[in-house]
């Protein structure tokens, strides 16, 4: 298994351009169920998860042209399987993002039931309750999810919990369902809205994006169209801080600064200055001193949980003692032992970590375990003394496009070190 080999010490400048959001092309690849005509998607992300979901749609006959700037043409008129195997799920829960869809254009489908993973049990009992609710007859048996409805009809649907990919996938359901729907306590990310967006572009009539409620009225059927995936705000809040811990001044281009709100907050908060154009960001830590800040995570427009791993590295490394609380999912702090093996001081006291700030980070050797904790250990290396191996990459290959190619021209010293070959 390949891993990263980074040398601390280097303050990042220059200028970065940031890819399209996982998030969004995750669910609007998944979209291109509900119509029977091309969809052209731009701006797709290269990441592991995205072959992956693009690999699984393979799968169940759709036909898909990727070119190499990563522009997607997907038709899912041939369309022969409904199926979602547990070997692709197990790698990426947001496979579930086919069930809405499946059902609300075919009325059958088979989903693996995606597993926990390493922050969290991760149920999809809302995504369920919610299909039940739209008449779906759904059964689990044998990891799977066995779900048909002759057609979906509209519903009103409230979410005990604010789910992204619960709300995208009734979202994506509804569209084509007979009558009215109305999703109370839906989830407000920018990248619910970026699949509402596409799905209006489609054809369907959804009010409200954004907001805790959203209606839609169910249409007979929708529209191919083409669109262009919103910047990844997650990708650029690890940047900053990669930017801010180095005490470095640097520019991320095609970005977008008004999602970023509670994300920017945070780093003027601790000492960052932050100029913004309409899409790019630039962040000066340069002859800084960074303040640790506490931190809450919360649904969107909350601080997002996204964003944890990374304030926790920032904060090892700022002046002050502070507090995160995850408050999203139940145990998003394995970074935690990853970087205390660097000479952090932090303490986990229920779902906060206390951080004692100010400490220089050694380099060490290290193993990443999921997506935002890999990405924290590499903040960390790059703002330690010495050098520091990351292990099992390829979870951080999941969420961030060729990472280290991005870090080395802000002037990072990191390298990819191919894993060794089994024998
Ligand atoms: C989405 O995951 C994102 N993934 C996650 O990003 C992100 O961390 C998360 O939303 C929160 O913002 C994608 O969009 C592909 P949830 P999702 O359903 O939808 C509970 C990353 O790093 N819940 O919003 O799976 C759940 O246990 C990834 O890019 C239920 O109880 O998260 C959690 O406590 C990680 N029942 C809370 O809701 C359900 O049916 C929020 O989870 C669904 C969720």
Not at 60 to 71: A, P, Q, R, T, Y
Not at 96 to 103: D, K, N, T
Not at 260 to 277: N, P
């Amino acid at each position: 298994m390949d891993k990263l080999l980074i040398e601390g010490g280097v303050a990042l400048h220059g200028e970065v351009t940031i890819s399209g959001a996982k998030n969004s092309a995750l669910p609007i690849l998944a979209s291109s169920l509900l119509s029977d005509e091309t969809m052209e998607i731009a701006n797709v992300p290269h990441l592991h998860d995205v072959t992956t979901t693009i690999e699984l749609l393979g799968r169940m006959g759709l036909s898909i042209v990727v070119d190499e700037k990563m522009n997607v043409e997907i038709n899912s008129s041939g369309i022969s399987s409904f199926f979602a195997p547990y070997e692709l799920v197990k790698t990426m829960r947001s496979s579930i993002l086919v069930l809405g869809p499946l059902l609300a254009r075919y009325g059958v489908a088979e989903v693996s039931l995606p597993g926990g993973c390493a922050i969290g049990a991760r149920p999809v009992n809302l995504h369920l309750q919610g299909l039940k609710a739209m008449g779906a007859e759904i059964k689990v048996e044998g990891g799977y999810i066995k779900a048909k409805a002759k057609r979906l009809r509209g519903a009103e649907i409230n979410l005990d919990v604010v789910t992204v990919t619960g709300t995208e996938n009734l979202l994506m359901a509804a569209t084509l369902a007979d009558g009215q729907t109305k999703i109370h306590n839906a989830a407000r990310e920018p990248e619910v809205v970026d699949l509402a967006n596409c799905l209006i572009k489609m054809g369907a009539i959804i009010e409200g994006a954004g907001t805790d409620t959203i209606t839609i009225e169910g249409v007979s059927d929708l529209k191919g169209t083409s669109y262009q995936i919103l910047p990844d705000r997650i990708e650029t809040g690890t940047f900053l801080a990669a930017i801010a811990m180095t005490r470095g001044k640097a520019k991320l281009k095609k970005t977008n600064p008004d999602i970023l709100d509670a994300i920017l907050s945070k780093f003027k908060e601790a000492g960052c200055r932050i100029a913004t154009g309409s899409d790019w960001v630039e962040l000066d830590m340069s002859n800084g001193d960074l303040n640790a800040v506490n931190i809450r995570t919360a649904p969107y427009p909350g601080f997002p949980t996204d964003m944890q791993a990374q304030f926790t590295a920032l904060n090892c490394v700022s002046n002050g003692t502070s507090f995160v609380t995850e408050s999203v999912f139940e145990n998003r702090f394995m970074h935690i032992l990853e970087l205390q093996r660097m000479g952090a001081i932090l303490k986990l006291e229920g779902n906060t970590v206390i951080i004692e700030g100010k400490n220089r980070l050694t380099g060490a050797p290290l193993m990443a375990t999921d997506l935002r904790a890999s990405a924290s250990l590499v903040l960390a290396a790059l703002a330690a003394d010495g050098t520091t191996e990351v292990e099992r990459i390829y979870h951080i290959d999941r969420g961030y496009e060729t990472i280290e190619e991005k870090l080395s021209k802000l002037g990072a010293r990191i390298r990819r070190m191919p894993g060794r070959i089994k024998s």
